[in-house]
C-alpha cells in the first residue's frame, strides 16, 4: 500500500478531506492527498485542519476531525513513517547495490592493472640485469682476456680493466636504485631524480616541484617513467643541461623534459621509451615524445588518483594560484621572516574537513570502524597505526590503536589517529560530535543537515557542505578535486596574519588583487549552498564539473581552440549583459561580473 492509498484510506473512513505532506528541503510539499488537491504549506503549523506529524518527517492532516478520528490519523502518521522508512531502505540498498558493482569493476581493472604493470616492471629489471651481466660481463672478460698478451702494457690493461670494472659497478648501482630507490618512499619522488641525477654523465636542472605527497603506487609510477627518460636523454655527450619542469594542475602530475642536443630522432626516442610508456599507461599516464625546433620534448603526465577522475592531461601549471602564493613562501623562508617556516608547512598538508555529527562517515570513508567515545577526533594519514592523546599542560603520549576501541586518559581534550586510509592522503578528517562554536583550523565544514544559524554564522569564513549525497562522492568534488585552491586559500589567509616587511607585503598585494581563483570558488560554494542562485550553466562555468576548458564551456574533450575561443566570447556576452541589467541586484551584479572575467580566461586560453 502506498501513500495515495493510505491517505484515500484515511479520507474514507472519516469521512473529512486528507493530505500528506512530506518535507521537501527547508519546507513541505504535498505527496498525496484524497478527494482533491490540498492547500500548500512551507511549514507544519501552516497545515489546516488537524494535524499529527509524521515521526520521519513531515505530517498528516485531515480537514476536520470527528469522535475516533485522531487515533486514526495517528495510525496513519506512524504507518506513512514506515513506508516512508522502508523507501529510504530500498533507495539505500539499491544505491548500495550499484556501489558494490562499481566497485567490483574498479578493482577487476585494478587487477589487470597491476598484472599488466608487474609484467612490465619485470620486463623492465629483466631487461636491466642482462645489460650489465651479458654486454657488461663479456666486455670484463675480453680485457682480461687482454691482460695474457698485455706484455709491458700491463700496467694500461689493467688501468683499463679497472675503469670498466668502476662502470660495471655504477651500472649496478644505477639498476638497484631502479629496483629499489631508497630516497623515494622518505623524501618522494623529486629527492630520488635528483638523487639519480647525481650519478648521470650530463647535468639534469630541475625546475618547479610537484606538491605534497601523493600515494606510493603514483610516486613509484612516475619515478620510474621519469628515471628512464633521464637516463635515455643523460647519455649524450653534450654538456648542456636537460631541462626537467615539474608541475601539479587539475588532479595529475607532469613532468617535461627538454633536450637542446637531442641524439635520437622522434622515431628513435619513440621507440627508446615504448615500455616505459606502456607501464605508464596502465598507470592511466601519458607519456608523450616530439622533437620540435632541433629540441627533444618528452612530457610524463599521470594522475595523483589511480581512480580515473583525471583524464585529460592539462596544460603546464606554470601561473597557476598555488604555484604563485608557493614562490611567496619560499621566498619568506628564504628571507628567514618569523612565522612563515610554519605557514611553509601548511603548503604540503591536505584539506581539514570537519564531519559534524556524522555516525559511521569516517567508518565510510576509511575502511575501518574507530569505537570513539564522543571526543573530537583527528584522522590524518600515516604508515603507522597509532592515537596520540593530548591533554591540558601535559605532553603528549601515543600508543598503538585497536580498531576494537580506544580507551584514553579521563583529562584527554584531542585524539589524532594516523591510519593508512587512501582517502587521508587527500584530507584530514575531524570527527565532531556536535555543532562547533568555532572553525578556525578547519577548511570545510559537512552538516548532516542543514542548520539555519550554523549557516549565517559561519557563512563566508569557512565552506560549509551538507551531506545530501553520497558521502565521498561529494567530498571528491567539493574537496578532493579543489585541493589546491583551498590550500592556496588556507596559506594566504595565515600570510596575511604573519609579519609581511617590504616587498612581502607587496608581492602579497599582487597575488591576491589577481586571485580570480578565489573569487571564482567563493562564488561556486555560495551557488551550491543555496545562498545565491544564476541562471544558466553558472556552477559548470566556475569548475563544478572540472576546471580544464572546454569541461567548463560544455564542449567535447576534442574542442578546437577556435571552439573554445568562440564559446568563450559569447559567453562572455551573455553574463555581461546579465550584469549591465537594471534590474539585476548589486550581489546578483557582482556574482555576474566574476562570471565575465571568468569567460574573458577562457577565451584567451591556450590550447
Request: aromatic content about 4%; charged content about 25%; glycine content about 8%.
Amino acid at each position: 500500500m502506498g501513500f495515495e492509498a493510505l491517505i484515500r484510506d484515511l479520507a474514507e473512513s472519516t469521512g473529512h478531506a486528507a493530505a500528506y505532506y512530506a518535507p521537501d528541503g527547508d519546507g513541505l510539499t504535498v505527496v498525496a492527498s484524497w478527494p482533491g488537491p490540498a492547500t500548500p504549506a512551507d511549514r507544519v503549523e501552516t497545515i489546516p485542519g488537524v494535524v499529527e506529524r509524521v515521526p520521519s518527517g513531515g505530517a498528516v492532516a485531515l480537514s476536520a476531525a470527528g469522535p475516533g478520528d485522531q487515533e486514526r490519523l495517528r495510525r496513519t502518521a506512524h504507518r506513512i513513517a514506515l513506508l516512508a522508512a522502508d523507501e529510504r531502505l530500498r533507495a539505500e540498498r539499491e544505491r548500495l547495490t550499484e556501489r558494490v558493482q562499481v566497485l567490483e569493476a574498479d578493482a577487476r581493472a585494478a587487477r589487470d592493472r597491476l598484472a599488466e604493470v608487474r609484467d612490465l616492471e619485470r620486463r623492465r629489471i629483466a631487461g636491466a640485469l642482462t645489460a650489465v651481466t651479458t654486454r657488461e660481463f663479456t666486455d670484463l672478460r675480453l680485457l682480461l682476456a687482454e691482460l695474457d698478451h698485455a706484455g709491458s702494457d700491463t700496467a694500461r690493461a689493467l688501468s683499463s680493466f679497472r675503469t670498466a670494472l668502476d662502470d660495471v659497478i655504477d651500472r649496478f648501482r644505477t639498476v638497484v636504485r631502479g629496483v629499489h630507490p631508497a630516497m623515494l618512499p622518505e623524501r618522494g619522488p623529486l629527492s630520488a631524480l635528483e638523487e639519480l641525477a647525481a650519478d648521470l654523465p650530463r647535468p639534469i636542472r630541475f625546475n618547479g616541484d610537484l606538491g605534497r605527497r601523493v600515494g606510493w603506487e603514483v610516486e613509484s609510477g612516475i619515478y620510474h617513467a621519469a628515471a628512464a627518460v633521464m637516463s635515455l636523454l643523460a647519455e649524450g655527450v653534450s654538456r648542456e643541461p636537460v631541462g626537467v619542469e615539474l608541475s601539479r594542475a587539475n588532479g595529475a602530475l607532469t613532468l617535461t623534459f627538454t633536450d637542446s642536443t637531442p641524439r635520437l630522432t622522434a622515431t628513435e626516442l619513440r621507440a627508446a621509451v615504448k615500455d616505459d610508456a606502456d607501464r605508464l599507461a596502465a598507470f592511466g599516464g601519458v607519456l608523450d615524445t616530439w622533437v620540435a625546433d632541433g629540441r627533444a620534448i618528452v612530457r610524463i603526465w599521470i594522475p595523483e588518483r589511480l581512480d580515473g577522475t583525471a583524464v585529460v592531461a592539462p596544460a603546464s601549471a606554470e601561473g597557476t594560484l598555488l604555484a604563485r602564493v608557493r614562490d611567496l613562501v619560499t621566498t619568506a623562508v628564504r628571507e628567514s621572516v618569523a612565522g612563515w617556516t610554519e605557514i611553509a608547512d601548511r603548503l604540503d598538508q591536505p584539506p581539514t574537513v570537519a564531519l559534524v555529527d556524522s555516525s559511521g562517515a569516517v567508518e565510510l570513508l576509511t575502511g575501518y570502524a574507530f569505537a570513539g567515545d564522543g571526543a573530537v577526533t583527528w584522522y590524518v594519514h600515516g604508515r603507522t597505526r597509532d592515537v596520540t592523546f593530548h591533554r591540558p599542560g601535559l605532553p603528549p603520549v601515543t600508543t598503538p590503536v585497536s580498531v576494537a576501541g580506544i580507551t584514553r586518559p579521563a583529562d584527554a581534550n584531542r585524539l589524532v589517529i594516523r591510519w593508512p586510509a587512501d582517502i587521508l592522503r587527500h584530507m584530514t578528517l575531524v570527527d565532531v560530535p556536535a555543532l562547533p562554536t568555532a572553525v578556525a583550523g578547519y577548511d570545510v565544514v559537512v552538516l548532516p543537515q542543514p542548520d539555519a544559524a550554523f549557516l549565517r554564522t559561519f557563512r563566508g569564513k569557512v565552506d560549509i557542505i551538507v551531506a545530501t549525497e553520497d558521502l565521498a562522492t561529494l567530498l571528491r568534488r567539493r574537496v578532493i578535486e579543489r585541493a589546491d585552491l583551498i590550500t592556496a586559500r588556507s596559506v594566504l589567509a595565515a600570510a596575511r596574519r604573519a609579519p609581511r616587511p617590504e616587498p612581502l607585503a607587496r608581492l602579497l598585494d599582487r597575488i591576491e588583487a589577481d586571485a580570480h581563483e578565489l573569487a571564482e570558488l567563493a562564488l561556486l560554494n555560495e551557488l551550491e549552498a543555496g545562498y545565491l542562485a544564476l541562471p544558466g550553466d553558472a556552477e559548470r562555468l566556475l569548475g563544478a564539473h572540472g576546471r580544464a576548458p572546454h569541461i567548463r564551456l560544455g564542449l567535447s574533450a576534442s574542442a578546437t581552440r577556435e571552439e573554445v575561443h568562440h564559446t568563450a566570447v559569447t559567453a562572455t556576452a551573455v553574463w555581461r549583459t546579465r550584469a549591465g541589467n537594471p534590474a539585476t541586484s548589486p550581489h546578483h551584479r557582482d556574482a555576474c561580473l566574476v562570471l565575465v572575467r571568468t569567460c574573458e580566461g577562457l577565451s584567451v586560453v591556450r590550447s
